[in-house]
């Protein structure tokens, strides 16, 4: 993974009703999620909507990123910004969801970053470019890691599907 900022830090404990607040629940569609990506974070979502960062930045968290409730929207808003999201450690439901969805996701015990770091992940490890320590990361399954690689379930999916009938029209 070539080199990424981090344009975000958050502690521990940061719930999906902060990722993507519950007033925001009608909407469902992943193409119009991100705009309600950390809504009440009024300066990051003025950012976000404006373009001022890049997409597949970084944001780095605490432990239980993506606690609380089982709404896939919190991960299809940021999804829709194509971030990597390094964190302590992830909530059970938000991490298969983000599996699900092809969000990057870095599992990453004892990361040390803070907002304007560049990192570097590669071969297990997260490499902080500004503060010249290495981290090393959890590996995903490498079923789980496929799919996120895939962009997701239905992506991983069909390509199964679409190598299975060109080995079956052979």
Do not use: H, W
């Not at 909507?49 to 605490?62: C, T």
């Not at 302590?88 to 004892?110: D, E, H, K, M, T």
């Not at 071969?123 to 090393?136: A, H, L």
């Amino acid at each position: 993974m070539a080199n990424i900022k981090v344009v975000l830090k958050l502690g521990d404990d940061v719930s999906t009703d902060i990722i993507y607040p519950g007033r925001f629940m009608a909407t469902v569609l992943p193409a119009e999620t991100p705009q309600f990506a950390f809504a009440d974070n009024a300066e990051f979502n003025r950012k976000l909507k404006a373009k001022e960062i890049p997409p597949e930045s970084a944001m780095i968290a605490g432990k239980n990123f993506g606690c609380g409730s089982s709404r896939e929207q919190a991960v299809s808003c940021l999804k829709g910004y194509e971030f990597c999201v390094v964190a302590r450690n992830i909530a059970r439901i938000f991490l298969q969801s983000a599996i699900n969805l092809g969000l990057n996701i870095v599992i990453c015990p004892a990361i040390e970053a803070a907002e304007g770091d560049e990192l570097e992940i590669a071969d297990g490890k997260v490499f902080n470019r500004t503060s010249g320590k290495s981290f090393q990361a959890e590996p995903l399954p490498k079923a789980r890691q496929a799919i996120i690689d895939a962009g997701g379930l239905i992506p991983y999916t069909r390509k199964l599907l679409t190598a299975k009938g060109a080995k079956n029209s052979k």
